[in-house]
């Protein structure tokens, strides 16, 4: 897997009220798209419409220009997008045809599970389970062992990624590898307890 980009979101944003965050920040329009929209005059009824120009930064997939998802990992929840000819973004099921997985992972045996069997997992066999690790982010203390092998919160994000990812993958149909990713992954908590 090539190198993934990644920036916080805004506060708010994200899976862990449940569903996925909606855009991922691409405007997507096409020279000569005469469709009623904001900037043409006839959306204010101020004449005839005019062809959107393309914005700086949008893309325009008949070009030939690669998709670029947006990954959304939650605490809770998980969810790959991209943003569609039309400007629509598009959440990608998994495998289980749900728009979203849970951010937990299962480690039996030599397998590393992502997702609802996971999470039906910690229910019976909590010492082989990690969730909500994206709080653990960047805490150098912070360790999961199984097997004797450590894993950093970063480690076991990445098996999330990977299983999100893949999910996707195979939801596309095989329309190439999906490399060109931003991940959104808002970061906000607050100790009370000082």
Request: net charge negative; hydrophobic share 30%; no cysteine.
């Amino acid at each position: 897997m090539e190198p993934i980009a990644s920036r916080p979101s805004e506060p708010g944003s994200g899976t862990d009220g449940g569903e996925p965050a909606g855009g991922f920040g691409y405007n997507i329009s096409r020279a000569g798209d005469e469709r009623p929209s904001a900037t043409s005059g006839r959306a204010r009824g101020l004449g005839p419409a005019r062809p959107l120009r393309r914005q700086p930064g949008s893309i325009d997939v008949s070009d030939g220009l690669k998709r670029v998802y947006g990954i959304d990992l939650g605490t809770t929840y998980s969810a790959i997008a991209y943003v569609d000819e039309h400007g629509k973004p598009v959440v990608v099921p998994n495998g289980e045809n749900e728009r979203i997985t849970p951010s937990v992972v299962l480690f039996d045996g030599d397998s590393v599970i992502v997702g609802n069997t996971a999470k039906e997992a910690a229910k019976v066999e909590p010492h082989r389970v990690v969730s909500r690790v994206k709080q653990q982010m960047g805490d150098p203390h912070f360790v999961f062992e199984h097997d004797g092998q450590a894993y950093s919160p970063e480690d076991i994000s990445s098996f999330i990624l990977r299983k999100v990812v893949g999910d996707a993958m195979t939801a596309l149909g095989g329309d190439g590898p999906i490399t060109d990713v931003e991940i959104v992954y808002g970061k906000i908590y607050i100790n009370m307890s000082a």
